[in-house]
Each structure stands twice: as C-alpha cells, then as structure tokens.
C-alpha cells in the first residue's frame, strides 16, 4: 500500500519559536494532502486542506498565520507552527489521497510539546 | 461541529466475542469509511461502503450503512487481544466536498 511519511515523530521545543512538520507521500503523487491535530483520545480536528501548487484551505477556527501550509510538490507538504504556545501543543497527523483513491493513507503523526 | 457521534466511546470486551461500534453523521454523504488508530500512531484504512450500499465485508469486519437514519456500524467478529485499537468512522460529504469528517471514535480494549 502506499506510505506516508511523517517527520519528526515528536519534537519538545520552547515557547515562541517555530516548528516544521513534514508529510512525504514515498511511493505515489499525492495532489491533495490533509492535515489533522488530535487532543489526547478525541479525534481528528481537521484544520487544513492543501493541494498541490496552491494556498491551502483552513477550516473554519485554525489561523492561517498561526499554522503555515505549503504544498510545493506532488510528494511534501509541511505544516509549520510558528511562535508555538504551551495551547498548540497537539498530535498532528498529515494524510494524502492518492489519485482517485476514496481512502487517505495517513502519516505517523507528530507529537508537539511546547514547553 | 465537524464531528458525527460514534457509541459507545469506550468497549471493553474478551478474546473471541464479537464488538460492535455505531457511528452517526450530520449530512449527505457520498461514502463513509472506517479506520483504525494504534494508541500515539497514524490511522489504517479498514473499510469503505459507498452510499449507495448497505452492507459490506472484509475478513472479520462487516460494516453496514443506514442513509436514512444517517448511521453505519461496524463489527469485528471472533475479536482478539491485536484489536485493540480506537476505531474512527469518516465521512466524506456529497456535494463535491474534497475532505474526510471524522466522528468521536471508539476505544476498543479486548482482553486475553
């Protein structure tokens, strides 16, 4: 099956700077790419849909500015936590739909400490 | 709210029973799907039924869908202790809506 790749797998950092998380889909094109953040058994909010060459498209309650997007090839996209406060941290989750696939294959996740 | 109802939240069941997990959703959809979630981990794939079926297999998983009370379940039958997971149904919205809503989840713990 295909496989997502997700990195780091957890990061610890201080309050106010900033953090990048990477979503690799290894062995197919992934047009569009989502990206979850998940409280501690709760489920998947989703914040953020991000296609390929294009801005991304926020749900409604996620700042733009706060949770930078960018989808520059068929295969990476990275979500980027800038200024980070002890409230973002989270579980984030990327996935990818592959092609014309129904179903989305999901990264590892990355858990996000901000101390 | 994004997110459709699934009952119970948690289950707790011993090897070999069968475990049930309902799940509700708000709109019309063109498909729902069911994933599983190892504790800190990504979620897997496990089923899709389209909304035009009602019943579906795979191995030891059968899923149905009711479009009309807006429901679907899911069984695993014969269950054993590698089950245990959290079990989240998705459903994708008609109406060319592109993402996937995912519903509260089921922790499902099964006992040796």
């Known amino acids: 099956g295909a496989v997502v790749s997700q990195h780091p797998s957890r990061v610890i950092c201080k309050s106010g700077t900033s953090v990048k998380i990477e979503c690799r889909s290894l062995?197919?094109?992934?047009?569009?790419m989502f990206w979850y953040r998940q409280f501690p058994k709760q489920s998947l909010m989703l914040m953020a849909t991000?296609?390929?060459?294009?801005?991304?498209?926020?749900e409604q309650g996620v700042e733009k500015d706060k949770f930078l997007i960018n989808h520059a090839s068929l295969t990476l996209s990275t979500l980027t936590v800038t200024s980070a406060h002890p409230e973002d941290s989270s579980f984030y989750i990327c996935s990818a739909r592959a092609g014309a696939e129904e179903k989305l294959f999901f990264g590892s996740g990355t858990q996000l400490s901000v101390l | 709210s994004q997110q459709g109802e699934e009952d119970p939240q948690a289950l707790s069941i011993q090897e070999g029973e069968n475990a049930t997990m309902n799940c509700s959703y708000k709109?019309?959809?063109?498909?729902l799907q069911w994933y599983r979630q190892n504790s800190g981990r990504g979620l897997v794939h496990l089923i899709l039924i389209r909304s035009n079926e009602r019943e579906k297999h795979s191995g030891r998983l059968r899923v149905t869908l009711d479009t009309s009370k807006k429901s679907s379940s899911l069984l695993i039958t014969a269950s054993r202790a590698a089950d245990t997971a959290s079990y989240f149904c998705a459903s994708r919205f008609s109406g060319g809506y592109n993402k996937l809503i995912f519903g509260a989840g089921t922790r499902l713990a099964v006992h040796p």
């Open positions: 062995d197919f094109q992934a047009t569009t």
């Open positions: 991000s296609n390929e060459g294009s801005k991304a498209t926020y």
């Open positions: 709109t019309s959809i063109n498909n």
